[in-house]
Nanobody, 122 residues
Framework: QVQLVESGGGLVQAGGSLRLSCAAS????????MGWFRQAPGKERELVAA???????YYADSVKGRFTISRDNAENTVYLQMNSLKPEDTAVYYC????????????????WGQGTQVTVSS
């Protein structure tokens, strides 16, 4: 079992920044690929960014150049630095963990956090 707890969400004006954190406990954090997903009202959950066990990264086109995912295996934490935020980034953000390689499919991820709300005002 892996427990994931997100933090760092909030209300920010367009153009602003937020840093999300996801603290993991349980099994060895470094064994898992990690993903940040988001879900806006009425929309499907989508992968925003992911990082492999070796540190390779993936970004959705909508956030490339604005968001950065990183991980600190010593601290069992994955981060999502979000810059130049837009109103369309408003959503609940979830972190998730899976064995093996990165996947864009939410169904491939085994463990999920409870989510943190990000609201970007125009």
């Amino acid at each position: 079992q892996v427990q994931l707890v997100e933090s760092g969400g909030g209300l920010v004006q367009a153009g602003g920044s937020l840093r999300l954190s996801c603290a993991a406990s349980g099994r060895t954090f470094s064994n898992y690929a990690m993903g940040w997903f988001r879900q806006a009202p009425g929309k499907e959950r989508e992968l925003v960014a992911a990082i492999s066990r070796s540190g390779s990264t993936y970004y959705a086109d909508s956030v490339k150049g604005r968001f950065t995912i990183s991980r600190d295996n010593a601290e069992n934490t994955v981060y999502l630095q979000m810059n130049s935020l837009k109103p369309e980034d408003t959503a609940v953000y979830y972190c998730a963990a899976k064995d093996g390689s990165i996947s864009v499919q939410p169904s491939r991820y085994t463990y999920w956090g409870q989510g943190t709300q990000v609201t970007v005002s125009s």
